[in-house]
């Protein structure tokens, strides 16, 4: 190996920083549940550290008046936990997409596992359980993300013992 390939291989590891992990995009957790004036779709990104829910309120003239509230419940289903609550907020910028009223709410998980999320919605609470992941890909994905780097790196190897 040339002091030049060297020189370039420990510039690219200095200069590298941390790599952030990419977060799958939310999904549906809820769909087209009848409220008394419309309907709810909720979407998830549970993520250990900030759970994010997106709730879309579809087809309700109430919800689009300022008085309207969603509330969000969430406890651990690991062991006798009570739940702690929190409110979603309203999201002008995520409507202008949707097409639809919209809130979002964020509930810090503390670990990985089965937690139930609750809403509150026009006096109804709708309840589901969620499994909570670390953000990014776990071990055995990350495993398979480097599959392709181990087999080049083993065939640039075997090259090289050749050319010796």
């Known amino acids: 190996m040339s002091k030049l390939s ?16 990419h977060d799958g995009p939310p ?20 993520d250990v550290g900030e759970g994010t829910f997106i709730m879309l309120i579809k087809d309700s003239r109430l919800a689009s008046t300022d008085a309207f509230r969603i509330s969000m419940r969430a ?4 062991g006798p936990h009570s739940f702690v609550d929190y409110v979603a907020k309203r999201d002008e910028e995520l409507e202008k997409s949707a097409g639809s009223v919209a809130f979002v709410g964020k509930v810090p998980f503390d670990h990985e596992g089965s937690w139930r999320v609750g809403f509150l919605v026009e006096g109804e609470i709708i309840e589901v359980d969620v499994d909570v992941t670390p953000p990014g890909p776990n071990r055995v994905e ?23």
Not at 6 to 21: P, T
């Open 27 to 46: 999904y549906p957790i809820v769909v087209d549940h009848p409220l008394e004036s419309g309907r709810l779709d909720v979407w998830a990104d549970p």
């Open 6 to 21: 060297v020189f370039l291989i420990a510039i690219v590891m200095v200069a590298s920083g941390q790599v952030e992990s």
């Open 142 to 164: 990350f495993l398979i993300y480097l599959l392709p780097f181990i087999g080049v790196g083993f065939l640039w190897g075997k090259k090289m013992l050749r050319r010796n």
């Open 75 to 78: 406890r651990s289903n690991r």
